[in-house]
């Protein structure tokens, strides 16, 4: 099998004795300092469970596609739904995997409601009818994967040494759930291996579920490594909000997918928990030993950040998607959202507010 030098973390220890507790806290610390990725074991979620999800899965792929197009992406304003291979972006280049996106299930918000672009977010998912049981299978396998994202985030509290429950007032009501199916086809000879380009996540956390393929790539000090699949355990990574809470501590870190050789097709499944989209990223006061190692969130000119929670999630889905932002959204909202300043965007009054409440 193949290996990785990705740190391992037991959920299980997180919860346990007081002793290994601070043993698996420094742990953590240290896997999200210098890497921003980790293996995630003890989490509860059986490797029998975990097969049933992606054998879902291979059966919504295998579907005709008249079946899968029916509940195409392009549809829905909320960016839920189905994409061919070739429709999603990343740097402008073609990801070479189909996939299949939920979201919260909501009712979408009235139109005189909607006062920022990314209300539009809000709303239904779409599914087959050829899979009946696919809503409710996922909608509960979502909700207990953000179940395991919320113990994380509480332990990155201590790990930060924050009060207990700073990032309450974010998630308070419900965190942003947003769960994708994913079908990586073989490589055809001669073709592109960008499975998914290299980008970073714009949650909180991410949890990756990976069938016994290896493709997913983690970029580290020492060049590009593999995340291979280890039985039973998630892949979780750093996404920029506690990047941008921890202004830098926490690392939001490069990674990609290489699509799996010919002949071969590997299935994933992958959760991103955020705050809630109309929360402000808490920017927590760390004490001067962390905030010395705390190096700023990353400034890059081709994904600038921003601190209002819909905002960062909206950008990564218009830049990815295109053909729903052409059909839904207006050249505007692209102009703001795609084409904005490389640094991060102000902290509103509110969220200055916050962190003087957080730190009273």
């Known amino acids: 099998m193949e290996q990785s030098s990705l740190p391992i973390i037991d959920l299980a220890a997180l919860k346990g004795a007081p002793d290994l507790r601070r043993t698996m806290l420094t742990r953590l610390a240290v896997a999200a300092r210098d890497v921003g990725f980790f293996y995630l074991t003890g989490h509860g979620l059986s490797e029998t469970e975990q097969r049933e999800t992606l054998a879902l899965a291979e059966r919504f792929f295998a579907l005709p596609e008249q079946e899968k197009l029916a509940v195409q992406m392009v549809n829905s304003p909320h960016f839920r739904g189905y994409n061919r291979v070739g429709a999603e972006l990343t740097r402008q280049q073609p990801d070479l995997r189909e996939q299949f996106d939920i979201m919260n299930e909501a009712q979408a918000l009235p139109a005189v409601q909607i006062r920022e672009p990314w209300q539009r977010l809000i709303g ?8 009946p ?21 509480a332990a990155f509290a201590e790990v930060l040494e924050q009060p207990v429950g700073v990032f309450d007032d974010s998630i308070r009501g419900a965190p942003y759930q947003h769960m994708k199916l994913i079908h990586y086809p073989g490589q055809e000879a001669g ?42 355990a998630l892949v979780v990574n750093i996404g920029e909000l506690l990047e941008l809470a921890s202004n830098g501590y ?14 071969v ?5 992958a959760f991103f928990m955020a705050a809630r989209l109309d929360a402000t990223v808490p920017l927590l006061t760390l004490s001067p030993e962390l905030a010395a190692q705390a ?21 990564g889905r218009l830049r990815s998607h ?21 640094a991060p965007s102000q902290p509103s009054e509110r969220s200055k507010e916050q962190r003087e409440r957080e730190t009273a």
């Open 124 to 131: 239904p998912n779409q599914w087959p009818t050829a899979l």
């Open 133 to 153: 049981e696919m809503k409710t299978h996922l909608l509960a396998w979502q909700e207990r994967l953000s179940d395991i994202t919320l113990t994380l985030l």
């Open 265 to 269: 097709s590997r299935l994933s499944c």
């Open 295 to 315: 190096q700023g969130p990353e400034s890059d000119p081709a994904n600038p950040l921003f601190y209002q929670v819909g905002e960062n999630v909206l950008k």
């Open 191 to 232: 073709g592109s291996s960008q499975g998914v380009g290299a980008h970073k996540d714009p949650g909180y956390l991410t949890l990756v579920m990976q069938d016994d393929h290896s493709g997913l790539e983690v970029e580290t000090a020492d060049g590009w490594i593999s995340a291979p699949p280890l039985p039973g």
């Open 322 to 342: 295109p053909d729903v932002a052409a059909r839904h959204y207006t050249a505007q909202d692209a102009a703001h959202y795609v084409s904005h300043d490389a």
């Open 250 to 263: 926490l690392k939001a870190t490069l990674h990609r997918v290489m699509s799996p050789p010919p002949g």
